[in-house]
């Protein structure tokens, strides 16, 4: 039999977000690292600082990940910790995007804000997430 208490439909929400937040973050970074880095022409980013965007999304992707299979008894403060990394993460790449705006071409900045508002989209859930635990 399956717990259809409000509890246990919160767990697998969680769970379900910690696993979307973890595979968007590995789609981040191989596209950083194996697509933008390696045409490098195409969007005038610096190679190192792709791959450092790509490091932090691969880190962020293990916590997702090992929070959505070890299943911690609070949830709250892992979904926490991922809204500031991500939030942490826009404002890096935004600033980024402002200080090489006039080298990035414009696929470049179509690329960073585009991600950007998707992992915003995202935040917004997780935080609407977090609001059912209170």
């Known amino acids: 039999m399956y717990d259809k208490?409000?509890?246990s439909k919160q767990k697998i929400v969680a769970a379900r977000?910690?696993?979307i937040d973890g595979t968007g973050?590995?789609?981040t970074a191989a596209l950083l690292s194996l697509?933008?880095?390696?045409?490098?022409?195409?969007?005038?980013?610096?190679?190192?600082?792709?791959?450092?965007?790509?490091?932090l999304a691969v880190?962020?992707?293990?916590?997702?990940?090992?929070n959505a299979f070890l299943k911690p008894k609070n949830r709250r403060q892992p979904l926490k910790a991922v809204v500031w990394a991500n939030t942490?993460?826009?404002?890096?790449?935004?600033?980024?995007?402002?200080y090489y705006y006039h080298t990035l071409t414009l696929l470049g900045i179509?690329?960073?804000?585009?991600?950007i508002?998707?992992?915003?989209?995202?935040?917004?859930?997780?935080?609407?997430?977090?609001?059912?635990y209170t």
């Open 5 to 7: 208490s409000p509890n």
């Open 17 to 19: 977000i910690f696993l």
């Open 25 to 27: 973050a590995l789609v």
């Open 35 to 55: 697509a933008l880095a390696r045409h490098e022409a195409l969007f005038e980013m610096k190679p190192d600082i792709l791959y450092f965007l790509a490091s």
């Open 59 to 66: 880190l962020f992707a293990l916590y997702s990940f090992t």
């Open 88 to 98: 942490s993460y826009c404002l890096l790449t935004l600033g980024l995007v402002i």
């Open 110 to 115: 179509a690329y960073f804000m585009g991600e």
């Open 117 to 132: 508002v998707v992992i915003l989209l995202l935040v917004r859930l997780e935080t609407k997430v977090i609001r059912t």
